[in-house]
């Protein structure tokens, strides 16, 4: 918003310089002028020497304003908002997500789907601006969008519920800068699965998570074919493959019940795989290996 002195929040600068407004706050942040402090962005030194100061707003408590000028300064006159961007280039705006991650996100979303030639544009892809493209080295399809899709409300609400859950978020300041980063709500990380299951831990969700969006049909605390009853946290039909999440700091009796099912696993020979707390930034390696030396191909 515009105050009486003139000044722009970082959205009216945005919309001002006509870039998207995500655009502004990654390239403020790599110039040095602001800087993430727990939920909310506050001023460098830097920034203050450029003219950035605080308004304070009933509705969004105190946020950064710019001067006006600013819309001529060579740094920000020189931003391009014409450039397309690919799943790997927008991990500069969810530094927490791999280009895998936002790529299959946008398959999830029905943007595009996976092929044998690569990630190819779906017909709703296109109304967003999607363009389909070639690699000149290795012939495999991709996909490329216009800049502002990073502002789609959608899109970012998706990706920043992914990124979320991928780490507890950062203790909430006593200010609140109203920028399109940050979540609507990051007081606890959810276990609510994106395919709807209600999961117990951390690992759980990112274990269902990765499985839904490898497009791997899976059961959440599916019983063995025994006739003791024993539940694996999840299931993947195709290939009979029972996988089990091991937390740090299990209860005694918990890590109990673990050490029982492996034995059953053992005893009646069924597939299964482990899937450690160490191993959860790393699950296309572990989860997807283990899979795919079953046979699953994702």
């Known amino acids: 918003m515009e105050g009486e002195d003139n000044r722009l929040s970082t959205t009216a600068l945005a919309k001002k310089l006509n870039i998207p407004v995500q655009q502004l706050f990654a390239t403020l942040k790599d110039y040095g002028w602001i800087q993430r402090a727990g939920d909310t962005w506050v001023l460098t030194p830097k920034g203050e020497f450029e003219g950035g100061s605080y308004q304070q707003s009933r509705r969004f408590g105190r946020y950064i304003v710019w001067p006006e000028r600013l819309d001529h300064h060579p740094l920000l006159a020189a931003i391009e908002s014409n450039q397309r961007i690919t ?95 940050a979540s609507a709500a990051r007081s606890s990380v959810s276990c609510d699965g994106i395919d709807g299951h209600r999961l117990q831990t951390t690992l759980e969700t990112r274990v269902c998570n990765w499985l839904y969006l490898a497009q791997l049909a899976h059961a959440y605390q599916r019983p063995l074919p025994t006739e003791e009853l024993v539940y694996a946290d999840f299931y993947v039909p195709e290939g009979s493959v029972y996988i089990d999440c091991w937390d740090e700091d299990i209860p005694a009796q918990e890590l109990s019940g673990k050490l029982h099912r492996r034995e059953l696993y053992r005893d009646f020979k069924l597939r299964h795989l482990e899937i450690n707390a160490r191993d959860v930034d790393q699950l296309d390696e572990v989860l997807g290996r283990g899979l795919l030396a079953f046979g699953l191909r994702w």
Do not use: K
Request: hydrophobic share 35%; net charge negative; glycine share 8%.
């Open 87 to 181: 799943a790997a280039s927008m991990c500069r705006y969810y530094p927490r997500l791999h280009a895998r991650q936002i790529n299959r996100a946008l398959a999830e979303l029905g943007l595009q789907h996976h092929s044998l030639l690569g990630w190819e544009l779906t017909p709703l892809g296109r109304t967003l601006g999607g363009q389909q493209e070639e690699s000149a080295n290795s012939g495999a399809f991709y996909v490329t969008w216009p800049h502002e899709i990073i502002d789609h409300p959608v899109i970012h609400r998706e990706l920043t519920r992914q990124s979320d859950q991928i780490q507890p978020p950062e203790p909430v300041g006593t200010e609140s800068e109203p920028d399109l980063f």
